[in-house]
Nanobody, 118 residues
């Protein structure tokens, strides 16, 4: 079993910054992909940013140039630096990890609220 523990999030004014972190622990062989998704009220969960274990990032068009995803493979952590936040970024942010241990399994964190409002 694998646990994803998130930290960060909160309330910030438009134009502000926040940093989200997620640590994976448990039975982990390797983590081919790790990153963040978000879900706003009344909307489907969507990809924000992910990074492969080789350091290749993927960003949604809505956050390119504002958000930066990074990983520490040795610690099985992923971080999302969010700059120039907009009210449309308000959502619950979920850490996501594809973990290989005998087989490939996708895990989710419990979610952390990000609210951008003046």
């Amino acid at each position: 079993q694998v646990q994803l523990v998130e930290s960060g999030g909160g309330l910030v004014q438009p134009g502000g910054t926040l940093r989200l972190s997620c640590a994976a622990s448990g039975s982990i062989g390797s983590v081919p992909n790790m990153g963040w998704y978000r879900q706003a009220p009344g909307k489907q969960r969507e990809l924000v940013a992910t990074m492969t274990k080789f350091g290749t990032p993927t960003y949604s068009d809505s956050v390119k140039g504002r958000f930066t995803v990074s990983r520490d493979n040795a610690k099985n952590t992923v971080t999302l630096q969010m700059n120039s936040l907009k009210p449309d970024d308000t959502a619950v942010y979920y850490c996501n990890a594809q973990v290989f241990h005998v087989s490939l399994t996708t895990y989710w964190g419990q979610g952390t609220q990000v609210t951008v409002s003046s």
